[in-house]
């Protein structure tokens, strides 16, 4: 796995000379915007990637960035439930998601935050997860941090894949990518389904019977054209239609929510100054459309749009020096609340500085002027220094931002139109260390972040008015440590643990649902040729409860998977959820699977 682990899994092996640290020359955008290799960045950065994905069998993508340090995940029950994920403890509203660069956070949601419980890996390329404030260069929202989804392209000749996979609840899913291109275009296209009975979403122990089922379709494409030596354009839509029966509160309901997802974004790619300096034009659209249903009759309806205009460029100076430079228009509106619409208008630069050896430093300034809150400027300091024959890299980051209230907490019948925007202060630095020539990598993390004004939701039932407040001041700290291990030519080892700490410092409480601890580890084995064999603990730490729902116990969970290359096209797989029948929640009231099993087929053409 390519993505950081923890020390508590390192143990006595004899190590090969076989070199992890190769994994540093990978390169990432989402930190800059423009690719760099994780080495020169500062930022706490994970990838997750599509061997990562494929290994995992995961169906959701919700369901492996549980895995990488510094997130938390909550769903109000399996296949289906609303599915929120937390990056160091700041709400899910507080983190920006992207899917090949294109924000999809749910305008019509309660904070604005992304829904990940319809997000299928199927055609996924890779997954970067930025941690800690990003506002810089993603603005409002991502004061926690940034996930960006990275779909597959398309290259030369024609190819594709398919799978087929079916198990426990009576679900089944299936999928097709599609591939192909020449020398001046370039497309790939994905669909996948699936369809499940599911369990019942509030909690059997609790004497709920009634199965709850799910089903999503996901279709997505990406169309790349050069239409000259220095200009290249790109068309990337994706579309998602789902329907969940679910439960209110812990109890059986006949309850079914249909969700539709929709983005489209066009750009044009311009290299100049023999590719000195590199543009991009971008005009970008994403909407949610969500309908619920009680016993057969509408109970409730939410439409949100995004509509974004972005210009972003990176002019190389010298081989030292580099400046990124950007503008953006942004327009937020909730048809089914209001018609009102919220615009933020953006300016940022960024100053990046390689004139002293094995050492990279940023620095950068952003502008918003929103239609309601104002002016804001958000500044951004990054450094990272590789420590000469050691093995070494120190990296830090520190950081402002800000995040309007949403469209709902503002306009909802039980919202409040006096809420101040939220504004954060947050830093941290970790040291990485590569031991056995390369063999180990182990990384330790120390974070910390002060939220003022942060709104929550405060009132109980059967209080309708003004139920979003500011909350002076949240105080998050806490630390992530990694380990990565080739311990052999066919094993490896990977684990992650991470310590939050947060709390609303008027009252010194900690806040709810979020776990102090938590933890990852996975051993994989190569038993033979074309065999392959991974084991997985997942740790969730006690969560304290929120408002009028109580809160969640610590668990363990373990997982085991398998596949095996039949030929080089075709390959067999399977795997076993909760192993050992672990009966756990990850929101009080709500269920999670039994032991559960599933196989499928994939093959290549």
Same mark, same amino acid.
């Given at each position: 796995?390519?993505?950081?682990?923890?020390?508590?899994?390192?143990?006595?092996?004899?190590?090969?000379?076989?070199?992890?640290?190769?994994?540093?020359? %990978?390169?990432?955008?989402? !930190?800059?915007?423009?690719?760099?290799?994780? #080495?020169?960045?500062? #930022?706490?950065?994970?990838? &997750?990637?599509?061997?990562?994905?494929?290994?995992?069998?995961?169906?959701?993508?919700?369901?492996?960035?549980?895995?990488?340090? $510094?997130?938390?995940?909550?769903?109000?029950?399996?296949?289906? $439930?609303?599915?929120?994920?937390? *990056?160091?403890?700041?709400?899910? #509203?507080?983190?920006? +998601?992207?899917?090949?660069?294109?924000? +999809?956070?749910?305008?019509?949601?309660? @904070?604005?935050?992304?829904?990940?419980?319809?997000?299928?890996?199927?055609? &996924?390329?890779?997954?970067?997860?930025?941690?800690?404030?990003?506002?810089?260069?993603?603005?409002?929202?991502?004061?926690?941090?940034?996930?960006?989804?990275?779909?597959?392209?398309?290259?030369?000749?024609?190819?594709?894949?398919?799978?087929?996979?079916?198990?426990?609840? %009576?679900?089944?899913?299936?999928?097709?990518?599609?591939?192909?291109?020449?020398?001046?275009?370039?497309?790939?296209?994905?669909?996948? $389904?699936?369809?499940?009975?599911?369990?019942?979403?509030?909690?059997?122990?609790? @004497?709920?019977?009634?199965? =709850?089922?799910?089903?999503?379709?996901?279709?997505?494409?990406?169309?790349?054209?050069?239409?000259?030596? &220095?200009?290249?354009?790109?068309?990337?839509?994706?579309?998602?239609?789902?329907?969940?029966? /679910?439960?209110?509160?812990?109890?059986?309901?006949?309850?079914?929510?249909?969700?539709?997802?929709?983005?489209? !974004?066009?750009?044009?790619?311009?290299?100049?100054?023999?590719?000195?300096?590199?543009?991009?034009?971008?005009?970008?659209?994403?909407?949610?459309?969500?309908?619920?249903?009680?016993?057969?009759?509408?109970?409730?309806?939410?439409?949100?749009?995004?509509?974004?205009?972005?210009?972003?460029?990176?002019?190389?100076?010298?081989?030292?020096?580099?400046?990124?430079?950007?503008?953006?228009?942004?327009?937020?509106?909730?048809?089914?609340?209001?018609?009102?619409?919220?615009?933020?208008?953006?300016?940022?630069?960024? +100053?990046?500085?390689?004139? *002293?050896?094995?050492?990279?430093?940023?620095?950068?300034?952003?502008?918003?002027?929103?239609?309601?809150?104002?002016?804001?400027?958000?500044?951004?300091?990054?450094?990272?220094?590789?420590?000469?024959?050691?093995?070494?890299?120190?990296?830090?980051?520190?950081?402002?931002?800000?995040?309007?209230?949403?469209?709902?907490?503002?306009?909802?019948?039980?919202?409040?139109?006096?809420?101040?925007?939220?504004?954060?202060?947050?830093?941290?630095?970790?040291?990485?260390?590569?031991?056995?020539?390369?063999?180990?990598?182990?990384?330790?993390?120390?974070?910390?972040?002060?939220?003022?004004?942060?709104?929550?939701?405060?009132?109980?039932?059967?209080?309708?008015?003004?139920?979003?407040?500011?909350?002076?001041?949240?105080?998050?700290?806490?630390?992530?440590?990694?380990?990565? !291990?080739?311990?052999?030519?066919?094993?490896?080892?990977?684990?992650?643990?991470?310590?939050?700490?947060?709390?609303?410092?008027?009252?010194?409480?900690?806040?709810?649902?979020?776990?102090?601890?938590?933890?990852?580890?996975?051993?994989?084995?190569?038993?033979?040729? @074309?065999?392959?064999?991974?084991?997985?603990?997942?740790?969730?730490?006690?969560?304290?409860?929120?408002?009028?729902?109580?809160?969640?116990?610590?668990?363990?969970?373990?997982?085991?998977?398998?596949?095996? =290359? *039949?030929?080089?096209?075709?390959?067999?797989?399977?795997?076993?959820?909760?192993?050992?029948?672990?009966?756990?929640?990850?929101?009080?009231?709500?269920?999670?699977?039994?032991?559960?099993? /599933?196989? @499928?087929?994939?093959?290549?053409?």
């Amino acid at each position: 796995m390519k993505y950081q682990v923890s020390v508590l899994a390192l143990i006595p092996f004899a190590l090969p000379t076989v070199s992890l640290a190769e994994n540093m020359d %990978e390169m990432v955008v989402t !930190a800059s915007r423009y690719e760099q290799p994780l #080495s020169n960045i500062g #930022s706490s950065i994970s990838v &997750i990637t599509a061997d990562d994905l494929q290994q995992s069998q995961n169906v959701f993508i919700q369901d492996m960035l549980q895995n990488i340090p $510094g997130v938390s995940l909550n769903q109000t029950g399996s296949f289906g $439930g609303v599915s929120s994920v937390r *990056i160091r403890g700041a709400d899910t #509203s507080q983190t920006v +998601v992207l899917i090949d660069g294109v924000q +999809v956070n749910d305008v019509s949601g309660t @904070g604005g935050g992304f829904n990940f419980a319809n997000l299928d890996p199927n055609g &996924i390329e890779r997954i970067e997860i930025l941690r800690g404030p990003q506002s810089i260069l993603y603005g409002s929202d991502a004061i926690g941090g940034v996930i960006n989804i990275i779909t597959k392209s398309g290259g030369k000749g024609l190819g594709g894949s398919a799978f087929v996979e079916g198990g426990s609840f %009576e679900t089944f899913r299936g999928g097709v990518n599609l591939h192909g291109g020449t020398d001046k275009l370039k497309f790939n296209f994905s669909m996948s $389904g699936i369809t499940t009975d599911g369990i019942s979403k509030a909690d059997e122990n609790d @004497g709920n019977t009634e199965e =709850d089922g799910y089903n999503n379709i996901t279709v997505q494409g990406k169309v790349t054209a050069r239409v000259s030596e &220095i200009i290249t354009t790109e068309v990337i839509a994706r579309y998602s239609d789902s329907e969940n029966e /679910f439960d209110d509160f812990g109890a059986d309901g006949d309850r079914v929510g249909t969700t539709e997802e929709f983005m489209i !974004a066009g750009r044009v790619h311009a290299i100049l100054l023999d590719g000195r300096f590199k543009n991009s034009f971008s005009l970008e659209y994403s909407s949610t459309d969500r309908r619920n249903e009680t016993n057969g009759v509408e109970s409730y309806l939410a439409e949100g749009t995004r509509l974004n205009l972005d210009y972003f460029g990176r002019y190389t100076v010298s081989d030292d020096i580099g400046i990124s430079f950007g503008a953006q228009h942004e327009e937020t509106k909730v048809s089914t609340l209001s018609d009102q619409k919220f615009d933020i208008d953006s300016l940022f630069s960024e +100053v990046s500085f390689q004139g *002293i050896s094995d050492l990279t430093l940023t620095a950068g300034l952003r502008y918003d002027n929103h239609n309601k809150y104002g002016d804001t400027v958000t500044p951004r300091l990054t450094a990272s220094y590789q420590i000469p024959d050691s093995g070494t890299r120190v990296f830090a980051t520190w950081g402002e931002g800000f995040k309007a209230p949403s469209v709902f907490q503002l306009s909802a019948s039980y919202g409040n139109i006096n809420l101040k925007p939220e504004e954060t202060t947050g830093w941290d630095v970790g040291i990485e260390q590569t031991l056995f020539d390369g063999g180990v990598i182990l990384t330790t993390t120390y974070f910390k972040q002060n939220i003022k004004n942060n709104i929550d939701y405060v009132c109980v039932w059967p209080a309708n008015t003004n139920c979003y407040k500011n909350i002076n001041a949240v105080r998050s700290k806490g630390v992530e440590v990694s380990i990565a !291990a080739q311990v052999h030519e066919q094993v490896n080892i990977s684990a992650n643990y991470t310590y939050t700490d947060s709390i609303d410092r008027d009252t010194g409480e900690k806040l709810e649902r979020i776990p102090a601890h938590a933890a990852y580890g996975q051993i994989a084995w190569q038993a033979m040729e @074309g065999l392959n064999l991974t084991a997985s603990l997942t740790y969730n730490g006690k969560e304290l409860p929120r408002n009028f729902s109580a809160g969640v116990d610590g668990w363990v969970r373990a997982d085991l998977r398998a596949s095996y =290359d *039949i030929t080089e096209q075709v390959s067999v797989y399977g795997r076993i959820d909760n192993l050992f029948d672990k009966e756990y929640q990850q929101v009080s009231g709500y269920g999670t699977p039994d032991r559960s099993a /599933f196989v @499928g087929i994939r093959g290549k053409f």
